[in-house]
Structures are given as structure tokens and as C-alpha cells.
């Protein structure tokens, strides 16, 4: 029986729900899944330039595990680059590292600080929000 999956720690949710090519003239039917925690093995190592080490400490996990997620990752954006595929974001086996809201409205994501109750969006005060953590 294999052991059970560790969830691993997001900081925050990736700006985007997917990306589409433009003008392959495929529809939408195929696709491929990018899971939050392969959105932050990316975002640690490329854009914010951390080592395998320093990002999979920030993250819980071990090196080794931090080096599968990021190649996982590495491979389905080159997937999706060369077989012109959409790319959807996927929540995964994660877990963020506080509550994060989107606005149904705006589109706008945001964490309310644990001092407030009010369950609004502060770009438009709209109610109309859903709970990105799941």
C-alpha cells in the first residue's frame, strides 16, 4: 500500500485559471493540467531564481520531491507549447498558505487578515466571492 501524499504548500494561487493558444485553430478539447504545486516549483525556481533546496523547504517537501514536481511541471509546458494546447490551472495536491478569495465580479484575488469578519472584496465591496482553498 503506498504512503500517503504530503500536501504541498503553496504561498499563493497562480493570477490565472489557463492559458489558450492563439491562432492554432484547434479548439479547446484538449488540454493539459498544471497542478498549483507544479505552478510553484516554476515560480520558485525560474522566476524568483531560489534552488531546489531553499524552494523545497519554502514548499515542505523534500529536494527529491521538489526536482519530480518541477520536471512534472517542465513537461507539461513544453506539452502544451509544442502540441498547441491549453494549459489549466489546477488545484492539485496542494495547500495555500492562507485563505485566498476570488471576486466573481472583478476577477481580483485576495486573502481577508484574520482581524476582519467581513467576507466582501475590497477592490468593488461586491459579495459575490469564492473560497480558493479547498
Same mark, same amino acid.
Given at each position: 500500500?503506498?504512503? $500517503?501524499? $504530503?500536501? $504541498? ?14 491562432? +492554432? ?30 524552494? +523545497? ?17 517542465? $513537461? ?29 465580479? %472583478? ?16 477592490? %468593488? ?10
Amino acid at each position: 500500500m503506498p504512503r $500517503r501524499r $504530503r500536501l $504541498r504548500k503553496v504561498v499563493a494561487p497562480p493570477n490565472f485559471k489557463g492559458y489558450r493558444p492563439y491562432g +492554432s485553430g484547434r479548439n479547446a478539447v484538449d488540454y493539459v493540467e498544471l497542478f498549483y504545486e507544479e505552478y510553484e516549483a516554476i515560480k520558485l525556481a525560474d522566476y524568483n531564481l531560489m534552488n531546489h533546496e531553499e524552494a +523545497s523547504s519554502l514548499m515542505g517537501i523534500s529536494r527529491a520531491t521538489f526536482a519530480r514536481i518541477y520536471e512534472s511541471a517542465r $513537461r507539461k509546458i513544453a506539452q502544451a507549447l509544442v502540441g498547441s494546447l491549453e494549459i489549466r490551472a489546477v488545484y492539485g495536491n496542494a495547500v495555500l498558505d492562507k485563505s485566498w478569495y476570488s471576486c466573481l465580479k %472583478c476577477h481580483v484575488r485576495f486573502t481577508i487578515p484574520r482581524s476582519l469578519n467581513q467576507e466582501e472584496c475590497p477592490v %468593488c465591496a461586491s459579495k459575490e466571492i469564492e473560497l480558493l482553498n479547498k
